[in-house]
Structure formats: structure tokens, C-alpha cells
């Protein structure tokens, strides 16, 4: 179960409605299931449909997660036209079987924000603990 608090889930659902209309995307940082810190990135795709992490960014949130104590645990990004479930591009470009892979789905009124994990090419939802 990944644990998430609300003000970052807040956070990363700001994000992916200011990334409009393109897709959002950032990075998680914590230790063992629990997110502390979030950090938004650039979509260097530039695309509705695809998300690339700016290396610069990535590389700006490692370091910061490394200065606090916290280890990159995570990557988040948006759809803006689907569902919040892992597309095959997803799969196929996770880079860490370790990693929580969390979606925004903004195709409906509300955002839903749902987390998975993604190992050899299955994606397997976990749930999303989001405490005040």
C-alpha cells in the first residue's frame, strides 16, 4: 500500500491540472511505502499523450530527496483523455520494478489518482492510503 498524505496528493493533482493540456509529470520521494515529498517535473515530451521526465528535474529531485534523508521512490504523471490505468508505453518505459507508478486521470470531472506497480510488463493497482 503506498501512503500518500493529502496535502501531497494535492500537490500532485495541482500539478497535472496546471500541466493542462498536456500531460503532468513528477517525482515521489519517501522511504519504504510512505511518500513525504513530491517533486513536479517538466513533461520533456511536450505531449498530451506521452510523458518524459526533464533529466534536469530528475536530477534536481534526486538530489534534493538525497539532501533530506529520502530516496526517489516513484514517478506520477497524468492522462488527460483515459483512464488512470498504466498504458502499454507506460509498461513497456517503467524503469524500476521498485517503483510505485502513480496516474491522474483528468478525463472526468474529479481527478482519480491510483497507484501501481509494474513488474515485467504486468501492471498490479495497489492501494492508496491518503492520511490528513
Known amino acids: ?34 511518500v513525504l515529498e513530491v517533486y513536479p517535473a517538466t513533461n520533456a515530451a511536450r505531449s498530451a499523450r506521452i510523458y518524459t521526465v526533464e533529466p534536469l528535474d530528475l536530477l534536481r529531485a534526486d538530489r534534493a530527496a538525497e539532501a533530506a534523508g529520502l530516496s526517489l521512490m516513484g514517478v506520477w504523471h497524468s492522462h488527460t483523455h483515459t483512464s488512470a490505468y498504466p498504458s502499454p508505453t507506460d509498461i513497456e518505459q517503467a524503469p524500476d520494478p521498485g517503483w510505485h507508478y502513480v496516474l491522474v486521470s483528468l478525463s472526468d470531472v474529479e481527478p482519480v489518482l491510483r497507484s501501481y506497480r509494474i513488474v515485467d510488463g504486468r501492471a498490479e493497482e495497489e492501494p492508496v492510503f491518503t492520511p490528513a
Open 1 to 34: 500500500m503506498l501512503s500518500l498524505p493529502m496535502r501531497l496528493w494535492e500537490r500532485v493533482v495541482a500539478h497535472c491540472l496546471d500541466g493542462l493540456p498536456l500531460e503532468a509529470c513528477g517525482m515521489l520521494a519517501g522511504q519504504g511505502e510512505q
